[in-house]
């Protein structure tokens, strides 16, 4: 009979800096015995707490871009877009230099399971094994002290 | 033929808001003649939509693809089946993973929306890679239609937040410059979008094909046999020194095959020169130009009243000259 466990396999925390924007890689050897593999990354601070009158003067010259040199860009008008800018953090991975999918979604916390028989929407199915590679694509960040969380835990099969 | 494609399309599998199926099931419905799935930096709906268009037998075909979704723009990778890591992209010099993505097996490469509102707004959605040679790029979705289909649509910045007539004029400079790059549009599906009279792609197929539809739609991806459209369609050719083109208001896209008739339309011929020539047309008859033969390339555009982008309805298919012929 088989029953599973979950262990802990990594666990990283970080603070980002307002304007940062990259790519963070964390790469580690998964051990052999994983049925299913559980990702979870999370970060705070959706929307802009700072610097708020600086943004929008930014979106109002990202709109002028695309607008006339003459035009008047009302206040109204451009007010609508004002709630558009989001700090943005996605999460690719990769198992043995292989990307298995992305999550790409506009969400604080983004929790991702990986296994052969049913991976989460966005990834591949797959055996967790072997060198595994997790990369934050790191968009957008507006406020300082943003807080991460990675957390990367394995479902252990286990004989009695 | 003419066969309606749309090429950029997400589900659930990234930030859409349809599972694959529904997706699917909108794209019958409203009549799609092929439909890619280009959710962001991930493959893993292919094989699900794949299974599902052919377990429907609607009227489709499935087309895979990718929208990389990078820092400095969005690139769309049809026929890409696996997804490529993209954090060494070089924005000053791209042209080398654009490569890559055609060798890891991207048959059609273009740029999405490249002219979008880009930062703060909307990050990374704005094209802001610098391309020294365009021979890596198959084609520019020169317009995107999410934001007029949304409820932001009559928004009076909806257009300035799409920059579509910045993206139209870019690919007719490179066009008119000789560059061999298809105009497509994009719907851009993230959620069931909503009714409205936007462009959408048409491409020139054979009647009797001897590959999958989709693999005839890359095909003309590849070969510039595209327009972009609110209805009416056309084709060119050369006959002589002169361009004719021969107008097909078969389709049913936004009622055009009953509403075209009794009215004037202005078809205009811009060629790599400098020639700018017009004329009025029914849309009855086939139009003839005359075409410099210093022309190496042109581009055919067809307004109603008007000659500005507010009024315009069509883009043709680019037309270039090859060894003294035009294809």
């Given at each position: 009979m088989a029953i599973k466990s979950?262990?802990?396999?990594?666990?990283?925390?970080?603070?980002?800096?307002?304007?940062?924007?990259?790519?963070?890689?964390?790469?580690?050897?998964?051990?052999?015995d994983?049925s299913?593999?559980?990702?979870?990354?999370?970060?705070?601070?959706?929307?802009?707490?700072?610097?708020?009158?600086?943004?929008?003067?930014?979106?109002?010259?990202?709109?002028?871009?695309?607008?006339?040199?003459?035009?008047?860009?009302?206040?109204?008008?451009?007010?609508?877009?004002?709630?558009?800018?989001?700090?943005?953090?996605?999460?690719?991975?990769?198992?043995?230099?292989?990307?298995?999918?992305?999550?790409?979604?506009?969400?604080?916390?983004?929790?991702?399971?990986?296994?052969?028989?049913?991976?989460?929407?966005?990834?591949?199915?797959?055996?967790?094994?072997?060198?595994?590679?997790?990369?934050?694509?790191?968009?957008?960040?507006?406020?300082?002290?943003?807080?991460?969380?990675?957390?990367?835990?394995?479902?252990e099969r286990v004989c009695l | 033929?003419?066969?309606?494609?749309?090429?950029?399309?997400?589900?659930?599998?990234?930030?859409?808001?349809?599972?694959?199926?529904?997706?699917?099931?909108?794209?019958?419905?409203?009549?799609?003649?092929?439909?890619?799935?280009?959710?962001?930096?991930?493959?893993?709906?292919?094989?699900?939509?794949?299974?599902?268009?052919?377990?429907?037998?609607?009227?489709?075909?499935?087309?895979?693809?990718?929208?990389?979704?990078?820092?400095?723009?969005?690139?769309?990778?049809?026929?890409?089946?696996?997804?490529?890591?993209?954090?060494?992209?070089?924005?000053?010099?791209?042209?080398?993973?654009?490569?890559?993505?055609?060798?890891?097996?991207?048959?059609?490469?273009?740029?999405?929306?490249?002219?979008?509102?880009?930062?703060?707004?909307?990050?990374?959605?704005?094209?802001?890679?610098?391309?020294?040679?365009?021979?890596?790029?198959?084609?520019?979705?020169?317009?995107?239609?999410?934001?007029?289909?949304?409820?932001?649509?009559?928004?009076?910045?909806?257009?300035?937040?799409?920059?579509?007539?910045?993206?139209?004029?870019?690919?007719?400079?490179?066009?008119?410059?000789?560059?061999?790059?298809?105009?497509?549009?994009?719907?851009?599906?993230?959620?069931?979008?909503?009714?409205?009279?936007?462009?959408?792609?048409?491409?020139?197929?054979?009647?009797?094909?001897?590959?999958?539809?989709?693999?005839?739609?890359?095909?003309?991806?590849?070969?510039?046999?595209?327009?972009?459209?609110?209805?009416?369609?056309?084709?060119?050719?050369?006959?002589?020194?002169?361009?004719?083109?021969?107008?097909?208001?078969?389709?049913?896209?936004?009622?055009?095959?009953?509403?075209?008739?009794?009215?004037?339309?202005?078809?205009?011929?811009?060629?790599?020169?400098?020639?700018?020539?017009?004329?009025?047309?029914?849309?009855?008859?086939?139009?003839?130009?005359?075409?410099?033969?210093?022309?190496?390339?042109?581009?055919?555009?067809?307004?109603?009243?008007?000659?500005?982008?507010?009024?315009?309805?069509?883009?043709?298919?680019?037309?270039?000259?090859?060894?003294?012929?035009?294809?």
């Amino acid at each position: 009979m088989a029953i599973k466990s979950k262990k802990p396999l990594y666990k990283v925390s970080s603070q980002l800096e307002k304007g940062f924007q990259g790519h963070i890689t964390y790469t580690t050897i998964l051990p052999d015995d994983l049925s299913r593999l559980k990702v979870t990354f999370s970060f705070d601070k959706l929307h802009a707490e700072q610097d708020i009158e600086e943004l929008q003067a930014g979106c109002r010259e990202a709109l002028m871009k695309n607008l006339e040199e003459e035009t008047e860009l009302l206040e109204c008008m451009a007010s609508a877009v004002y709630h558009l800018p989001k700090s943005e953090i996605n999460v690719s991975l990769f198992l043995n230099d292989v990307c298995v999918g992305s999550a790409h979604r506009n969400q604080l916390t983004k929790e991702i399971w990986i296994s052969e028989e049913e991976s989460s929407l966005g990834f591949n199915n797959c055996r967790p094994a072997g060198v595994f590679s997790i990369v934050l694509h790191v968009l957008n960040i507006l406020n300082d002290d943003t807080a991460c969380i990675l957390t990367v835990e394995g479902v252990e099969r286990v004989c009695l | 033929m003419f066969v309606r494609a749309e090429l950029h399309n997400h589900s659930t599998h990234s930030d859409g808001t349809m599972t694959v199926e529904e997706l699917i099931d909108f794209a019958a419905q409203n009549k799609f003649g092929t439909l890619a799935l280009t959710d962001h930096n991930t493959v893993s709906g292919h094989s699900l939509a794949s299974e599902i268009t052919q377990q429907k037998g609607h009227e489709l075909s499935f087309l895979p693809g990718v929208e990389v979704t990078t820092f400095f723009g969005h690139i769309l990778a049809l026929g890409l089946t696996q997804m490529i890591p993209f954090t060494h992209l070089n924005p000053k010099h791209p042209e080398a993973f654009l490569a890559e993505l055609h060798a890891a097996g991207a048959r059609a490469v273009g740029i999405a929306h490249p002219y979008c509102v880009g930062e703060p707004i909307m990050i990374g959605c704005r094209f802001g890679m610098t391309i020294h040679d365009w021979s890596v790029v198959d084609y520019i979705e020169v317009v995107n239609t999410s934001i007029a289909e949304s409820e932001m649509g009559n928004h009076p910045l909806a257009e300035a937040l799409s920059g579509n007539e910045q993206a139209l004029a870019l690919w007719e400079i490179l066009v008119l410059g000789g560059h061999r790059i298809a105009a497509v549009t994009g719907k851009d599906i993230h959620k069931p979008p909503l009714e409205a009279n936007v462009f959408t792609t048409f491409v020139q197929i054979e009647d009797k094909l001897a590959v999958s539809r989709a693999d005839a739609v890359i095909g003309a991806i590849l070969s510039q046999k595209t327009m972009i459209t609110k209805g009416p369609l056309f084709e060119t050719s050369l006959q002589e020194d002169k361009l004719v083109v021969k107008f097909d208001n078969s389709s049913d896209y936004l009622n055009w095959n009953n509403l075209y008739a009794d009215r004037t339309f202005i078809l205009e011929l811009t060629d790599s020169v400098g020639n700018v020539i017009c004329c009025d047309t029914d849309m009855a008859e086939a139009v003839s130009f005359p075409f410099s033969l210093e022309a190496q390339s042109a581009v055919v555009k067809l307004y109603e009243d008007k000659r500005d982008y507010e009024h315009l309805l069509a883009v043709g298919s680019p037309i270039y000259r090859t060894g003294g012929n035009l294809h």
